[in-house]
C-alpha cells in the first residue's frame, strides 16, 4: 500500500484517497511543472495533459492487439 496507495476510494473521514510513492513522485513533479507553466497562460496546464492523454490513448490503441484464437 505504501507503494502503489489505496487508489480512488474515499476514507472513512470523507477525505482523499492516501497517495503511495510511486504515484508521489510524478504528482509532485507535475505539480511543479504546472506551477511554472500556468502563469504564462492558465489554459497551457489543460492543453498540456490533454496532448499527453491523446499520446497515450495512441499508444494503448497501436500497442495492444486481440489476442488470437487457438486452433480448434
Known amino acids: 500500500m505504501a ?20 504515484a508521489f513522485i510524478p504528482a509532485s513533479l507535475g505539480s511543479l511543472v ?8 492558465p489554459a497551457y496546464p489543460w492543453l498540456i495533459h490533454t496532448g499527453f492523454l491523446g499520446a497515450a490513448l495512441v499508444f494503448t490503441v497501436l500497442a495492444v492487439r486481440q489476442p488470437s484464437r487457438p486452433e480448434q
Not at 474515499?10 to 497517495?19: C, Q
Not at 504546472?34 to 497562460?41: A, E, K, M, R, S
Request: without cysteine; hydrophobic residues 35%; neutral net charge.
Open 3 to 22: 507503494g502503489i496507495g489505496q487508489g480512488m476510494s474515499v476514507g472513512a473521514s470523507g477525505g482523499g484517497h492516501a497517495t503511495g510513492f510511486l
Open 34 to 41: 504546472g506551477g511554472f507553466i500556468y502563469p504564462l497562460n
